[in-house]
């Protein structure tokens, strides 16, 4: 998953690992490993989500989750887990956010054209938006302070 073929390529070691961490990652992903290596119950799960360096240079995302076995006098014998590739889940939780990001500078935008509006509306009986490109008008007007479409609407010639 992350390009090396041998472990002579990447070493079966704690430093192989943790020098791959993304820089925002690193304390918090070594900070749990600590925490579940240190756990002499053995119930302690390390389940993190953190970038790790490819061979090529390039961060993916990853979910690692395992647990420590131990030997019958405690000490540590391995550790043992899974490692999922996250890439496609983080790219559709960015593209959400964007989304998410564009939803809401459009809704203030429309918020901003709606207070314009009601606000010119209070000292107009009637306002009507001209597209001058599409040669079209729709009639705007307000009765109580609050503005709306009259229906109206037409050419602008």
């Known amino acids: 998953m992350l390009g090396f073929v041998s472990e002579a390529d990447f070493l ?11 820089p925002e990652d690193k304390a918090s992903s070594i900070h749990e ?15 993190v989500e953190y ?4 061979k090529n240079g390039e961060y993916h995302w990853f979910h690692a989750a395992g647990g420590l076995s131990r030997r ?33 500078v459009a809704r203030k935008k429309a918020e901003l054209n709606s207070e314009i509006i009601s606000a010119v509306s209070r000292l107009y009986d009637s306002i009507y938006q001209i597209d ?4 079209s008008y729709q009639e705007i007007s307000s009765g109580s ?13």
């Open 145 to 157: 302070g609050e503005h709306h479409l009259t229906g109206h609407k037409g050419s602008a010639q």
């Open 12 to 22: 079966n070691t704690f430093e192989a690992w943790s020098s791959r961490l993304h």
């Open 72 to 104: 019958m006098d405690g000490s540590p014998k391995s550790f043992d887990g899974v490692f999922i590739n996250t890439d496609e889940k983080h790219a559709k939780d960015q593209q959400l956010h964007q989304l998410l990001r564009t939803a809401q």
């Open 33 to 47: 490993y600590v925490l579940t290596v240190s756990d002499r119950s053995g119930k302690r799960v390390f389940d």
């Open 132 to 135: 001058l490109t599409k040669n």
């Open 51 to 54: 970038r790790l360096q490819a």
